[in-house]
């Protein structure tokens, strides 16, 4: 007599695999910059165990968040592991110490923003959206429908991305700082420097852009806890960029739309008053 394995899926079932998206950073780079900063108060820059990293987040040591900030932490260049499974170990980086305590004039910005590069989809969008990234829809798209995303997993990578560019603001390249180029294409090793003369990074070999008015200057800068949430075109002669800080969600959404509709009706009333006045003249004309 033959038995019948309950447990078994159906042949088709076990043909059906999980749509997923590319990889990419669970987290925006300014959580995995808090993240850091905790693992290195309880660890500083000795060597420390995942359930360390765990204990220093308030995490279970299995749980799915703290692999996926491990993994994401990792990828920012925030933290260097060795090792496997029990035996792995985990170090805080040269450049998480740079971008969290470094005091020299825009060392810590420059520290943030390679950081903020290192995660290879996050420096190729960097440099695909430089003009200001498409709305939403756009966006959720392209990625759909050119890198097999999901659209769950789109509109995640759209909020790690918005949060992690603004670390980037300035940078001209995607180019990591160790990538020493001189201006005419040679690396530094090759060009024969034997001057002694200090080599230059990528972005001190060209002189600075001029300033920009002061006005475009205060429109571009973004306050400490300010960032992008999304740009767009409204006319030929017009556009927006909303500025936003702490957390944006439904709610927060719903009442920017509430305060716009108010916006536009107070518009509304006050283009609506000066053709009323010029009707009401024309007809008092007219009965002359």
């Known amino acids: 007599m033959t038995t019948t394995d309950t447990n078994q899926p159906p042949p088709e ?8 998206s590319p990889s990419f950073p669970f987290i925006g780079l300014s959580k995995a910059l808090e993240r850091v900063r905790a693992v ?12 360390d990293l765990a204990a220093a987040w ?24 060795q090792g496997s499974g029990e035996t792995r170990k985990f170090k805080v980086t040269e450049l998480a110490l740079k971008a969290l305590e470094d005091q020299r004039p825009g060392a810590r910005e420059a520290a943030q923003a390679e950081a903020a590069l290192k995660p290879k ?7 695909k959206w430089r003009g200001g990234r498409p709305a939403d829809g756009i966006c959720i798209s392209e990625l759909r429908f050119e890198r097999s995303f999901t659209e769950d997993g789109a509109k995640a990578f759209l909020k790690v991305f918005d949060d992690t560019t603004g670390f980037t603001k300035g940078v001209e390249s995607d180019k990591q700082p160790d990538q020493f180029t001189q201006p005419d294409g040679q690396k ?25 008015p002061v006005k475009e ?7 400490e806890g300010e960032r992008e949430l999304t740009t767009g075109m409204l006319a030929k002669d017009a556009s ?33 008053e000066p053709e ?8 008092w004309k007219q009965g002359q």
């Open 13 to 20: 079932a076990s043909k059906i695999r999980k749509e997923r």
């Open 40 to 51: 290195y108060a309880h660890a500083k820059r000795h060597e420390a165990r995942l359930a």
């Open 58 to 81: 308030g995490m279970g040591v299995k749980s799915s968040g703290t692999i996926q900030t491990v993994a994401a932490l990792v990828a920012y260049g925030l933290l260097e592991d």
């Open 121 to 127: 989809l996050i420096a190729e969008y960097v440099e």
């Open 188 to 212: 530094a090793e090759e060009s024969g420097n034997k001057s002694g003369d200090k080599i230059k990074l990528p972005w001190e070999q060209n002189p600075p852009p001029p300033k920009p």
């Open 217 to 223: 200057l205060e429109r571009r800068i973004l306050m």
């Open 240 to 272: 927006f960029r909303l500025i936003v800080s702490g957390r944006i969600g439904v709610k927060e959404i719903e009442r920017l739309i509430k305060k716009l509709e108010i916006d536009k009706e107070i518009l509304a009333e006050q283009d609506a």
């Open 276 to 283: 009323d006045e010029d009707a009401g003249y024309q007809q």
